[in-house]
């Protein structure tokens, strides 16, 4: 067993919902193997309230998420990060921040629950729709044979995953 603790950063434009999700499911579920992270091209500064009912709904913890800009992570002293994946379509279409450690990427775009609009319980139930998606591509991604994958395998299944 590997004592390897690998920093995913997961990025949205706004990092008010699907991001934060991601990040709050891979914490949970990563046991501890995985240091998840999300920040925003352009944050709102604020968490939608349903992703965070969603992640307590989940049992997944939230007291660490909160909406924050990327540069906050590319900058000196910020942790290296090992993997970079998008879930909106916007940020995966922007120029990012070069990363220290040049980390894998890949997108895995989702739908935006934030942008739904319903009644509150249509609203409760596209957020754990959305978060099902990502909580299925996050099992897969921690499924992944890390250490015995060459890069450009491990490349083409994180690509993979975001299909799915």
Known sequence: MSDTI?????????????????EGLLNHMGRGRFKAYSAGSMPKGVVHPAALKVLNDLRAPTGEVRSKSWSELAQ???????????????A????????????????WGVEDPAAFEGTPEQVDHKFHEVAQILKRRIELFLSLPMRSLDKLSLQNELRDIGKK
């Open 92 to 107: 995966a279409g922007e120029v990012c921040p070069v990363w220290p450690g040049q980390p894998m990427s890949a997108h």
């Open 6 to 22: 690998y920093n995913v950063l997961f990025v949205c434009t706004g990092n008010t919902a699907r991001s934060i999700m991601a």
């Open 76 to 90: 000196s002293g910020a942790p290296k990060l090992d993997f970079v994946f998008t879930v909106c379509d916007n």
